[in-house]
Every structure is written in C-alpha cells, then in structure tokens.
Nanobody, 123 residues
Framework: QVQLMESGGGLVQPGGSLRLSCAAS????????MGWYRQAPRKQRELVAT???????NYADSVKGRFTISGDNAKNTVYLQMDSLKPEDTAVYYC?????????????????WGQGTQVTVSS
C-alpha cells in the first residue's frame, strides 16, 4: 500500500509564512507527479501547485509569486513554501501523488491523497 503523510499546517497571520511537507511511503516504484490541492468551505477542491519527477512545476494563478513547490526525489517528499499568506488561502490542503507501485508482480499507476492539513490565515 501507499501512504501520504502531510505536516506543517496551522494558524498564521496575514502576510505570514508556512511550510507544508508531504512524504510518500510504501511499495513505490516511481512517482510521476506530486502536488498540493486545497478546499475551502463550500468550495470545490482546486489545484495549488504540482511538481514532476524532473522538477517541472505548475502553479495556480492565485498563488504564483507567493508559493513555491519543491521536491526531494530520494525521500519521496514534496514541500510547499507559502509566503505572503492571505485570508483567502484558508483551506484544507491535500497532498496528491500520481505514482507507479509494484503489486503482485504488476506495475500499477494510481492517484493517492493525503488526509489533509488545515491552513488558517487570520488576524
């Protein structure tokens, strides 16, 4: 099985910073893409940022210039550095991984999600 373990959420004042981490573990053969999504109350889950195995990144327009995604392939870990946080960044942040795992002699590709971590930006 595969697990994604997130950490780093919390309460921060507007203009502050937080760093999220997500570590993937289990019978992983290869990680294609890892990323962060968020879901605010009464809103749909939306993409925040993604990073590929060759470090190609993609950001939502709303976070460009404020958030930075990075990864450590050796540790199967992705980070999200969030600076200049705004109240509208308040949401549950979910880690996602598209990966290939080895199971019963077969290589299987799937998406996996973390349990989510709350980020609250408020004075």
């Amino acid at each position: 099985q595969v697990q994604l373990m997130e950490s780093g959420g919390g309460l921060v004042q507007p203009g502050g910073s937080l760093r999220l981490s997500c570590a993937a573990s289990g019978s992983i053969f290869k990680i294609n893409v890892m990323g962060w999504y968020r879901q605010a109350p009464r809103k749909q889950r939306e993409l925040v940022a993604t990073i590929t195995s060759v470090s190609r990144t993609n950001y939502a327009d709303s976070v460009k210039g404020r958030f930075t995604i990075s990864g450590d392939n050796a540790k199967n870990t992705v980070y999200l550095q969030m600076d200049s946080l705004k109240p509208e960044d308040t949401a549950v942040y979910y880690c996602n991984a598209n990966l290939v795992r080895l199971s019963g002699g077969r290589y299987l590709s799937n998406d996996y999600w973390g349990q989510g971590t709350q980020v609250t930006v408020s004075s």
